[in-house]
């Protein structure tokens, strides 16, 4: 069974910084893209960023400039890290693979003073 587990998330001042990470069971993990994306109250889910097999990134224009995706095929982890967090940044994040279409269960995010 492929499991998805994130974790990272938590309370955080406006300004603040968070770094989330997706950690997966399955070595299908490695050759995946994986995304990231977030669901806020009463707003559709969104793409925050993605992450190819080789490395290649794509941002949101909202995440551009403050957040980084990053992976680590040896830990099959997959970070972000996010600077410079708003309210609107609040939401239930949740991370992804492209290939057979896994979710994990999801990680709250909270930006407020």
């Known amino acids: 069974q492929v499991q998805l587990v994130e974790s990272g998330g938590g309370l955080v001042q406006p300004g603040g910084s968070l770094r989330l990470a997706c950690a997966a069971s399955?070595?299908?993990?490695?050759?995946?893209?994986v995304g990231w994306e977030r669901q806020a109250p009463g707003k559709e889910r969104e793409l925050v960023a993605s992450?190819?097999?080789?490395?290649?990134?794509n941002y949101a224009d909202s995440a551009k400039g403050r957040f980084t995706i990053s992976r680590d095929n040896a830990k099959n982890t997959v970070y972000l890290q996010m600077n410079n967090l708003k309210p609107e940044d609040t939401a239930v994040y949740y991370c992804?693979?492209?290939?057979?279409?896994?979710w994990g269960q999801g990680t709250q995010v909270t930006v407020s003073s």
């Open positions: 992450i190819t097999m080789s490395g290649t990134t």
């Open positions: 399955g070595s299908f993990f490695r050759v995946s893209t």
């Open positions: 992804r693979t492209y290939l057979k279409n896994y």
